[in-house]
């Protein structure tokens, strides 16, 4: 987002936080169906940004075409962003998106389940990379969406949050054009900002113990500056050592990374 649409959406963050938490989930499934709307109707998401228009045109207009769907929680969060000014359409509506991403993470919060919430998305993340036919099923255009989230129930109705397993719906069902990974990923990175933490993806070829983990923690809290949650991924094919990422930063001591370098110089 450019400079405009990011400073509205800090507003729109701002008056959704000051919002009763309670209310969380239900701004989060309104506001995930305004931008399954937003996607279909390109002539609605240039109304509501028309700079052309006055603020309080354009409350007017969402309230008039979306007042009887959505609730007043909802309602009044996208009535504040469209009162906002924005660069481009297509950027209102990512910013519903996010936005009720965040209201389902902080009903997660809410309800004193984010941490599992948070954990179970960077695990699926993770399956779905080990499992190539299961993610060939999730990401197949011939299948439809309510297959896909049949699918998404029988391996997570009793194994995840009921939080979780909307969150990877929606990822799975609507992931425009990233990797479902990486909308995972995403999402995950959101719960931990709700806790002003670095997310620090871990790769390691056997569990690591408690106290490694402390100390990594304590490490790298002590290179970035600010608190970390670790996010621990067993994975055999890393052959020793250890994986961390950090944002887009790679901090790589495998064995499998040092045999990458060894091919490549013989190869190269």
Do not use: C
Request: no cysteine.
């Amino acid at each position: 987002m450019r400079g405009a649409s990011r400073a509205a959406l800090a507003h729109g963050v701002e008056a959704f936080e000051a919002s009763p938490a309670e209310t969380s989930g239900e701004v989060s499934e309104g506001l995930y169906a305004v931008a399954a709307l937003l996607d279909r109707e390109p002539s609605l998401r240039r109304a509501l940004t028309d700079p052309a228009s006055s603020p309080d045109s354009r409350r007017g207009l969402a309230q008039a075409l979306l007042g009887r769907q959505l609730g007043a929680a909802p309602l009044a969060v996208l009535s504040g962003l469209v009162a906002q000014r924005w660069s481009s359409p297509a950027d209102l509506r990512a910013a519903v998106e996010v936005l009720a991403a965040d209201a389902a993470l902080r009903a997660a919060e809410h309800d004193g389940v984010l941490d599992d919430v948070e954990d179970e998305l960077f695990r699926f993340a993770r399956l779905l990379e080990r499992e190539p036919a299961l993610r060939a099923a999730l990401t197949d255009p011939g299948l439809p969406d309510d297959r896909k989230s049949a699918l998404l129930r029988d391996l997570l109705g009793e194994r995840a949050r009921p939080q979780t397993l909307r969150l990877v719906e929606i990822a799975v069902t609507r992931s425009r054009g990233r990797s479902v990974e990486t909308a995972l990923d995403e999402l995950a990175d959101l719960a931990a900002q709700r806790r002003s933490r670095f997310v620090a993806q871990v790769r390691v070829a056997r569990p690591l113990e408690a106290q490694q983990e402390a100390r990594l923690a304590a490490g790298l809290e002590r290179l970035y500056g600010r608190r970390v949650q670790l996010q621990v991924d067993v994975d055999p094919a890393v052959l020793g050592g250890i994986s961390v990422r950090v944002g887009d930063e790679v901090l790589d001591g495998t064995v499998q990374r040092n045999l990458e370098a060894v091919r490549r110089s013989l190869t190269g």
